[in-house]
């Protein structure tokens, strides 16, 4: 199963259908206009986009890091990133995405606001 990101950034034309890309994602059933935001995988940079489709390989889903992001498209994957980077710079004030994502994250799973 994939891992996502609890608070997970939903592009405009990828928000109304969020629930069914994931549960389809889940399944290894993405439909092939759909892109995802991982943290970058290398370790080295901050995130990586990738299309619906490499998801829906079996040997690529096994080493997927935790998406943070569905866009509906390339273009409103862009935006995304774009949209967090930003959020990132306002709230740490600096760009250190992965870290920041992360430690919201495990403040999520310890019920702290």
């Known amino acids: 199963m994939l891992s996502w990101y609890g608070q997970l950034y939903t592009g405009e034309g990828a928000a109304k259908y ?10 290894g059933k993405t439909d092939v206009g759909h892109w995802f935001i991982t943290l970058a995988s290398n370790g080295s940079d901050e995130l990586d ?7 829906s390989q079996k040997n690529f889903r096994a080493r997927v ?42 403040k999520k799973q310890a019920g702290v606001r």
Not at 18 to 27: G, H, V
Not at 86 to 96: F, I, K, L, Q, S
Request: glycine fraction near 6%; charged fraction near 35%.
């Open 18 to 27: 969020a629930r069914r890309i994931r549960r389809r994602a889940d399944a």
């Open 49 to 55: 986009l990738l299309p619906g489709w490499l998801l």
């Open 65 to 106: 890091p935790m998406i943070v992001g569905i866009a509906a498209d390339r273009r409103e994957a862009l935006d995304l990133v774009v949209r967090i980077a930003d959020e990132c710079y306002r709230a740490t004030g600096d760009a250190n995405i992965r870290e920041w994502l992360l430690s919201r994250e495990r």
